[in-house]
């Protein structure tokens, strides 16, 4: 669902940036990655929820979901900032996106299993392993 998410988060980015314009000026690019991500994490709560991990949505989850989503916000955005504001991307802001995507869909989706859909695997009798839910 990660690259669902992705999806959104590029292609709201990529509308805003320039589409709208907001590509212009730093303060546009931090506003614009930051309302692409908003929206990328809402989406992929609710696919994780159901497609992914076969949970229910619940509020505290949610919750859960956006503490860690979060952390993954400081990595995604500080290495977009570094990348962009400061580093050797400055021209190429959808690849510093990229980059910065892949760190965080990954410390995310350790985080969001073990802390927010809850699964553990139980094996049964038959030797099938089976997700289940506390």
Known sequence: MGFVGFLL??????????GFGLGETNAGLM??????WAAAITLTYFLNAKVTFGASIRHS????????QAMGAGINLGSFSALVLVGPMSEQPLLAMLIG???AITNNFLWT???VYYFHPEVTGEGD???TQP
């Not at 506003?31 to 692409?36: G, K, M």
């Open 9 to 18: 988060d590029i292609t709201l980015m990529s509308l805003l940036i320039y």
């Open 31 to 36: 506003t614009s990655r930051i309302l692409a």
């Open 61 to 68: 989850r949610f919750v859960n979901y956006l503490l860690i």
């Open 101 to 103: 995507n892949v760190l």
């Open 113 to 115: 299993r073990k802390f």
């Open 129 to 131: 392993v089976r997700k």
